[in-house]
């Protein structure tokens, strides 16, 4: 009888801690989740990035998030290689870049960094994209 118990008690706690996870089937979906008040701006020609232009969001804070969608994975491993060439032209700070799939996401933290990119922990949304993101 106890082990019964015991055998359902933790099967409750496995489809709790399963349950409580969101799932997204799409980045934007996953981005639209991090706050109420995100809204979709227009993405500058400047921005473009190997023929892709990326989808932007203004959070609450004033912050940028750019999400460029790829035709692949592959394609989007060339997109960041020619990022990073361009971004060590740039004395300002460096976004935090997620690659998740044929997703390339940047996000324009608006922090004083002692870094040229911001920690996680440094930024109020930055730890809330990661886990989105891992949600999909």
């Known amino acids: ?9 933790i099967s409750f706690l496995f489809l709790i801690a ?8 799409n980045v934007n979906e996953a981005i639209m ?14 921005y473009i990035l190997d023929g ?12 940028i998030i750019k999400v460029y969608a790829f035709g692949s994975e592959e394609e989007r ?3 960041i290689k020619h ?10 700070h460096a ?5 998740s799939g044929k997703y390339l996401v940047l996000y324009y933290p608006l922090v ?11 930024t109020e949304f930055g730890v809330k994209i990661e886990k989105a993101l891992n949600s999909m």
């Open 77 to 79: 491993k060339s997109g």
């Open 1 to 9: 009888m106890k082990k019964n118990l015991f055998f359902t008690f």
């Open 112 to 122: 004083d960094s002692k870094t040229r990119t911001p920690k996680l922990n440094e």
């Open 33 to 46: 989740s991090l706050e109420k008040n995100i809204t979709q701006i227009e993405s500058p020609d400047d």
């Open 52 to 63: 892709i232009k990326p989808v932007s969001y203004k959070l609450s804070n004033e912050e």
């Open 83 to 92: 990022f990073e060439e361009s971004i060590q032209l740039l004395s300002s």
């Open 95 to 99: 976004p935090i870049v997620y690659q």
């Open 18 to 25: 399963c349950s409580s996870q969101q799932k997204y089937s």
